[in-house]
């Protein structure tokens, strides 16, 4: 056996442990909470509709929401089990896969133990784990997003028709699966005009082959988001439009959103430490650069830039986790590397040594991550109610847990001329509060 495939076989195992662990806490604590707010949303939808049309109609209704998560609750609902809690098993099911699809990826565009540590840190993340129980669709949208850059990154290395289709279909469902899908879409746009503004420059010739595979997707997925054109024009055009907001993109922003992507403080200081040279590192290689960066940006350019009416819920960026767990797991790779060449340089160790040396590193890591996401997962699996629906509570205010804290809401979330809005919409202290969550703060 080579050592290309002893690696390669390695790999395997080691993502298909992350897969299994990944499962275990996604599905240990499914069912353990009542459903919340937006669930009952979904489950209505569910139990009063008797067909596949009753569901498309409502989900253009009163939302104007996209319909792929209801079919799949509906699915669940109808014909794996009785229990109406059996309407997270959608979101479930593909947030456990989508530990392997980022591994894979990440594999793909910056090597083994970016790979590895970037599955790692959305196995152990307690913010995915909540939202891989949530019947709602946002581990759906990573998923999609996840599938539709493999077959992006298939097809612009070699020409594939199959990774072609697997783009098509993926941006196809990520519509249909939210409406932050189009930052997705954006993403892989400038991506692709990209890389054929670079092909045509290094070959002298217009890349046809690129640039007509992707204008025939495009067409293709403008011909199937048709019909669903009418929900998102209701959507665009509903009543609650009357007030403009924009993010307060400023480092305490992202710092406590960090906290909530990885492990709880002081993990947002961490992962900006490590998304710097995960950055730096991508800036070496054209094709990580224009793939990760446009992903990751787009979202807050557009609500950090872009006037918007509608209440404001932190999880419509979340189609930017995928690129910055990629970008952190590459700069811990980095300097994990990095500390490991300097220490054998330092001793002057033989080749050998060197190499248990990285493997020493890597396991450090392994450790550090796991370490760090013990404490808010226990603390998570002991909360009876979901967190995001306590937020703003006083039951866990008082805790400062870390992934759940108050301020990304009442210091950090919108620019000054917002604050009208939120001394307007006051937190309740109330258990039973039909008050919304913190993650959707209304005008």
């Known amino acids: 056996m080579t050592a290309f495939s002893r690696a390669t076989y390695r790999t395997a195992g080691l993502l298909l442990l992350l897969l299994a662990v990944g499962a275990f806490l996604r599905i240990e604590t499914l069912t353990k909470r009542p459903l919340w707010h937006d669930e009952i949303y979904t489950l209505g939808v569910v139990v009063t509709a008797h067909s596949l049309a009753d569901i498309w109609a409502a989900s253009g209704r009163d939302r104007a929401e996209?319909?792929?998560?209801?079919?799949?609750?509906?699915?669940?609902?109808?014909?794996?089990?009785?229990?109406?809690?059996?309407?997270?098993?959608?979101?479930?099911?593909?947030?456990?896969?989508?530990?392997?699809?980022?591994?894979?990826?990440?594999?793909?565009?910056?090597?083994?133990?970016?790979?590895?540590?970037?599955?790692?840190?959305?196995?152990?993340?307690?913010?995915?784990?909540?939202?891989?129980?949530?019947?709602?669709?946002?581990?759906?949208?990573?998923?999609?997003?996840?599938?539709a850059f493999h077959g992006f990154l298939s097809f612009v290395r070699s020409r594939s028709t199959a990774g072609l289709l697997v783009l098509t279909l993926s941006v196809l469902a990520c519509l249909y699966t939210h409406h932050s899908a189009f930052f997705v879409g954006g993403a892989i746009t400038i991506a692709g005009l990209a890389f054929t503004l670079r092909l045509w420059w290094q070959t002298g010739k217009f890349p046809l082959w690129l640039c007509g595979g992707l204008v025939g997707s495009a067409l293709v997925i403008t011909l199937g988001f048709w019909p669903q054109l009418a929900h998102f024009r209701s959507f665009l055009e509903s009543s609650d439009l009357d007030r403009e907001h924009t993010l307060a993109l400023t480092g305490h922003f992202f710092v406590e959103l960090f906290n909530r992507w990885t492990f709880g403080a002081p993990w947002g200081f961490i992962a900006v430490g490590l998304l710097a040279p995960g950055a730096i590192r991508s800036c070496k290689s054209f094709e990580r650069a224009v793939i990760l960066f446009p992903w990751l940006a787009i979202p807050f350019l557009y609500f950090g830039f872009v006037p918007f009416g509608k209440f404001f819920d932190i999880r419509f960026v979340i189609a930017a986790l995928p690129p910055f767990l990629i970008l952190v797991g590459s700069g811990l790779s980095w300097l994990s590397d990095g500390a490991a060449t300097a220490l054998a340089r330092l001793g002057r160790l033989p080749d050998t040594s060197r190499t248990s040396l990285n493997a020493f590193m890597e396991a450090l890591c392994v450790v550090f991550l796991v370490g760090s996401a013990v404490g808010p997962y226990l603390t998570f699996r002991r909360l009876e109610l979901r967190c995001s629906d306590f937020y703003y509570r006083h039951e866990v205010l008082h805790q400062e847990h870390g992934f759940c804290r108050k301020h990304l809401i009442y210091a950090s979330l919108y620019r000054r001329d917002s604050a009208g809005m939120l001394r307007k919409y006051q937190p309740s202290s109330t258990r039973g509060s039909e008050k919304p969550a913190a993650d959707s703060v209304p005008q």
């Open 66 to 147: 996209t319909p792929l998560l209801y079919y799949g609750a509906a699915y669940a609902a109808w014909h794996l089990h009785r229990n109406e809690k059996s309407i997270r098993f959608p979101a479930c099911i593909v947030g456990i896969l989508s530990i392997p699809l980022l591994g894979t990826l990440a594999y793909r565009l910056a090597g083994i133990r970016a790979g590895l540590l970037s599955a790692l840190l959305l196995t152990v993340s307690v913010y995915h784990i909540e939202y891989s129980q949530d019947a709602r669709s946002y581990t759906l949208l990573i998923f999609w997003s996840l599938t």
